[in-house]
């Protein structure tokens, strides 16, 4: 069991590093949010180019975005209704 457990925290820790070296190689302005439209990532390119005010963490999208078009297009996101990738603008 102990093997188990231990081979499935390797395999996570393994998909964490490869996540984390994509999202750190990516140059754009990124920023992620979860199905509870909560910042969990951001590149800090996209506090420029998004105008995001630099506490962002645990905060809600639609506290930290004005344009209705971009809110717009992460709902679709988030609700499938789109691909789950989206260029700006």
């Known amino acids: ?5 231990m081979a499935l925290f390797d395999s996570v820790e393994q998909k964490a590093y490869i996540l984390n070296t ?9 920023f992620i949010a979860d199905k509870n439209r909560s910042v969990v990532f951001v590149k800090a390119s996209a506090l420029d180019i998004f105008g995001i005010i630099s506490d962002f963490a645990d905060k ?22 789109k691909p789950p990738c989206l260029k700006w603008p």
């Open 1 to 5: 069991m102990f093997t188990k457990i």
């Open 22 to 30: 994509i999202l750190n190689s990516v140059s754009d302005g990124l």
């Open 60 to 81: 809600n999208i639609h506290n930290l975005i004005c344009d209705k078009a971009l809110i717009g297009a992460i709902e679709d996101c988030i609700a499938l209704k």
